[in-house]
């Protein structure tokens, strides 16, 4: 049932990040570049809070999703990103409940890395042009400012969601 629920999410968060990718390159600042990354942080969650390799299998399927329909220059960078991410962070953190600040701090480490990851290899294949220190300051702060506060906004209706799912099944 829980799993169940997260895939609903997951799936509505998908949607909301293709409508919202359009509109946030901001008005006021053309230079900065704002991706969201709600359906990581989910996935970051999931880890945690359920399951590592349920977290694991929904990353790396997620990241396929994101393939198939937003990228069309390197197919399997997001998949291969995302499933690595999560299989690396959750096997550095053995901790399966983490505190409030803890989670935070996970959470932008890992956001930070996906979006260097991404980078790096678009870097790697000569598919961008624009240097890591351009890309951290109008791609990757912005980007991770947005989604740590999205991360922070989530973090106790999701533990009562587990919470209340998992006493429901239990008893």
Same mark, same amino acid.
């Given at each position: 049932?829980? %799993?169940?629920?997260?895939?609903?999410?997951?799936?509505?968060?998908?949607?909301?990040?293709?409508? #919202?990718?359009?509109?946030?390159? #901001?008005?006021? &600042?053309?230079? +900065?570049? /704002?991706?969201?990354?709600?359906?990581?942080? /989910?996935?970051?969650?999931?880890?945690?809070?359920?399951?590592?390799?349920?977290? !694991? !299998?929904?990353?790396?399927?997620?990241?396929?999703? @994101?393939?198939? !329909?937003?990228? &069309?220059? #390197?197919?399997? +960078?997001?998949?291969?990103?995302?499933?690595?991410?999560?299989?690396?962070? *959750?096997?550095?953190?053995? %901790?399966?409940?983490?505190?409030?600040?803890?989670?935070?701090?996970?959470?932008? #480490?890992?956001?930070?890395?996906?979006?260097?990851?991404?980078?790096? !290899?678009?870097?790697?294949?000569?598919?961008?042009?624009?240097? @890591?220190?351009?890309?951290?300051?109008?791609?990757?702060?912005? *980007? +991770?400012?947005? &989604?740590?506060?999205? *991360?922070?906004?989530?973090?106790?209706?999701? %533990?009562?969601?587990?919470?209340?799912?998992?006493?429901?099944?239990?008893?």
């Amino acid at each position: 049932m829980l %799993r169940t629920w997260i895939c609903i999410i997951l799936f509505i968060l998908f949607l909301i990040e293709g409508a #919202l990718t359009p509109w946030l390159p #901001l008005k006021w &600042n053309e230079g +900065l570049h /704002i991706t969201p990354h709600f359906t990581f942080i /989910i996935i970051l969650y999931t880890c945690f809070y359920v399951q590592r390799s349920f977290a !694991i !299998i929904i990353a790396f399927l997620i990241g396929f999703f @994101y393939d198939i !329909i937003y990228s &069309n220059q #390197l197919f399997g +960078l997001y998949a291969f990103c995302l499933g690595f991410i999560v299989y690396f962070i *959750s096997y550095m953190i053995k %901790r399966s409940y983490l505190g409030f600040f803890t989670f935070t701090l996970v959470a932008t #480490l890992s956001l930070f890395l996906l979006d260097s990851m991404i980078y790096g !290899i678009y870097y790697l294949f000569k598919l961008t042009e624009q240097s @890591y220190i351009w890309v951290i300051a109008h791609q990757v702060l912005p *980007s +991770l400012f947005v &989604n740590v506060l999205f *991360s922070m906004m989530l973090y106790l209706p999701f %533990r009562s969601l587990v919470v209340h799912i998992s006493f429901k099944q239990k008893g």
